[in-house]
């Protein structure tokens, strides 16, 4: 929805997921650009809800630019491009009549949930943490309405794990084959995408920055950087504990600061592939991630006192280089984290 900031006034709507019978909400980020799109310049806005597909508006009429699928979809064949209805499949329809239990993807923590994704205007890539993970829908044709519970109606026999050590394996391996994690590199205005890297634990949010890196930690701990361009991973250090949040940038005295919060948890994270690996990378008891000193950064191989070289990994080259743009803080990047 978008209002008038002064006055509060109606201006336009969009609805991603007309009737709603998923979970699919549209509560990830927004992201504002300005592109030019078949020879045009337009303001527009960016947006990879949990239904699977990635949306590009005119930010100044509400009106839909286009729309893709950036993970497996089957609750829906497209979006229609007249409308910017999504053309919902009859088996995804598990609520209409005598329907039967259906395997939707993407199941209810989406394509995308609540961690952050990013945006390069230079190289026009919006980067997104992305889960491929269906679920049975179906039905509970025992359901009653409880006050203060979580009534969503559908009968929850089809996700709920057994019990048995046995089988619990077997089934966790089955949900394993059919769900994976990734980091993706997003072209907007061709609406496909352009590279992938493969998680093995749930991603976290992601940063990127004007020297052409992608920052991003993940459920198995550890927090790396990434090329803007090809996704070729380029550092990675491991932070003792599993990292779901987004990292920020900032500097202090002409010097960059990447920093970010770890900590395993947030809505979706357990029905992730890899879920267990995070969960046994929970924050720990005498855990603790020492903090980047600009000489780690520049890679120099002597330790001090305060920054012991068995506590530091260099970080690329690139991310010391000075940069002209204030998104990017001149002569060395430092990474804390606490």
């Given at each position: 929805?978008?209002l008038?900031?002064?006055s509060?006034?109606?201006?336009?709507?969009?609805?991603?997921t007309?009737?709603?019978?998923?979970?699919y909400?549209?509560?990830?980020?927004?992201?504002?650009?300005?592109?030019n799109?078949a020879?045009?310049?337009r303001?527009?806005l960016?947006?990879?809800?949990?239904?699977g597909?990635f949306?590009?508006?005119?930010?100044v009429?509400?009106?839909?630019?286009?729309a893709k699928?950036?993970?497996?979809?089957?609750?829906?064949s497209q979006?229609?491009?007249?409308?910017?209805?999504p053309?919902?499949?009859?088996?995804?329809?598990?609520?209409?009549?005598q329907?039967q239990?259906?395997?939707?993807?993407?199941?209810?923590p989406?394509g995308?949930?609540?961690q952050?994704?990013?945006f390069?205007?230079?190289?026009?890539?919006v980067?997104i943490?992305v889960?491929?993970?269906p679920?049975?829908?179906?039905?509970?044709?025992?359901?009653e309405?409880?006050?203060?519970?979580?009534?969503?109606?559908?009968?929850?026999?089809?996700?709920?794990?057994?019990?048995?050590p046995?089988?619990?394996?077997?089934?966790?391996?089955?949900?394993?084959?059919?769900?994976?994690?990734?980091?993706i590199?997003?072209?907007p205005?061709?609406?496909?995408?352009?590279w992938?890297?493969?998680?093995?634990?749930?991603?976290?949010g992601?940063l990127?920055t004007?020297?052409g890196?992608?920052?991003q930690?993940?459920?198995?701990?550890?927090?790396?950087?990434?090329?803007?361009?090809?996704?070729?991973?380029?550092?990675?250090?491991?932070g003792?504990?599993?990292?779901?949040?987004?990292?920020i940038?900032f500097?202090?005295?002409?010097?960059?600061?990447?920093?970010?919060?770890?900590?395993?948890?947030?809505?979706?994270?357990?029905?992730?592939?890899?879920?267990?690996?995070?969960?046994?990378?929970?924050s720990?008891?005498?855990?603790?991630?020492?903090?980047w000193?600009?000489?780690?950064?520049?890679?120099?191989?002597?330790?001090s006192?305060?920054?012991?070289?068995?506590?530091?990994?260099?970080?690329?080259q690139?991310?010391?280089?000075?940069?002209?743009?204030?998104?990017?803080?001149?002569?060395?990047?430092?990474?804390a984290?606490?």
């Amino acid at each position: 929805m978008a209002l008038r900031p002064d006055s509060g006034d109606y201006v336009w709507h969009f609805q991603t997921t007309p009737g709603d019978a998923w979970d699919y909400t549209a509560t990830q980020q927004i992201i504002l650009a300005d592109m030019n799109i078949a020879g045009k310049p337009r303001k527009v806005l960016m947006q990879a809800p949990k239904n699977g597909f990635f949306y590009l508006l005119d930010r100044v009429s509400g009106a839909l630019i286009s729309a893709k699928n950036y993970v497996p979809v089957s609750w829906a064949s497209q979006v229609d491009p007249a409308t910017g209805r999504p053309v919902v499949n009859a088996e995804a329809k598990y609520y209409e009549g005598q329907a039967q239990p259906a395997l939707i993807r993407p199941g209810p923590p989406g394509g995308h949930s609540w961690q952050s994704m990013a945006f390069d205007p230079k190289v026009r890539r919006v980067f997104i943490p992305v889960l491929d993970a269906p679920m049975v829908y179906a039905v509970d044709k025992t359901f009653e309405y409880k006050l203060g519970l979580w009534n969503t109606g559908i009968d929850i026999q089809y996700f709920n794990m057994p019990e048995e050590p046995d089988k619990l394996e077997e089934a966790l391996a089955q949900t394993a084959a059919l769900t994976a994690n990734a980091l993706i590199g997003w072209d907007p205005v061709e609406q496909k995408e352009i590279w992938r890297y493969k998680l093995e634990a749930p991603g976290g949010g992601v940063l990127a920055t004007a020297g052409g890196l992608v920052f991003q930690g993940n459920g198995a701990g550890e927090f790396a950087a990434y090329d803007t361009s090809t996704g070729r991973k380029l550092w990675s250090f491991d932070g003792q504990s599993a990292i779901s949040a987004a990292p920020i940038s900032f500097g202090v005295d002409g010097n960059q600061f990447i920093s970010v919060m770890a900590g395993f948890g947030g809505g979706g994270d357990h029905w992730r592939p890899g879920a267990r690996a995070s969960e046994a990378r929970q924050s720990q008891p005498g855990a603790h991630i020492p903090p980047w000193h600009e000489s780690a950064a520049a890679g120099d191989p002597a330790g001090s006192a305060a920054h012991p070289a068995g506590n530091r990994h260099p970080m690329p080259q690139r991310l010391s280089r000075s940069c002209r743009d204030a998104t990017c803080m001149p002569r060395a990047v430092r990474f804390a984290m606490d």
